[in-house]
């Protein structure tokens, strides 16, 4: 009942049911967005659009923060932002990382399986031209060898097929350090 009170006076906010917020006005520290995407939905990981836009593989500013998990998808929309939970397979649950951001730690997929969770959850096939549409950039940043281990442990020809599509495309882009 007071929390519920608490809501309506804007002492308290909401972020998904069960896990609340202090308001600016009570709060010591600043929220850090990115810093929620984690602890919102456990197990999970930052990837997708977002992650590549983090690593600047991709021109476009991505304003919802894609993450992966093993549980069923979800979406949390709170005054923070759009917080987008995809499914993956206990398999394919590899490849990131622990990094601060703003003085928090945060779980962000590695470059090379940002691409690959991104390709794994979109439909179709990724043709030479859908991923020249996409207008990659930075490809120094993806490491050849790791993006096709990576995408073998996925024991998917599509994605082995999209991973060796887009090191041509890096080899063309004249990346410079690719190597196939």
Known sequence: ??????MKQGKVIG???????????YRR????PAALAN????????????????????PERVVWFTSVTTRVPRRFENPFGTFDYRNLKQDFFFGQQV???GGHPVALAE??????DHWHL????WTPERLDEMRYQHMERVSADRLLDYAGRFR???LERAAKRWLDLAARAGAGSVTL
């Open 15 to 25: 972020l998904r049911r069960g896990m609340y917020t202090l308001s600016d006005t």
């Open 99 to 101: 990094v601060d951001w």
């Open 156 to 158: 998917s020809p599509r």
């Open 122 to 125: 979109s439909d179709g096939p």
């Open 1 to 6: 009942m007071q929390l519920s009170r608490w």
């Open 111 to 116: 470059p090379e399986k940002a691409l690959l």
């Open 29 to 32: 520290a600043p929220i850090v």
């Open 39 to 58: 602890p919102l939905y456990r197990p999970s990981y930052l990837s997708g659009l977002w992650a590549l836009a983090c690593y600047d593989l991709i």
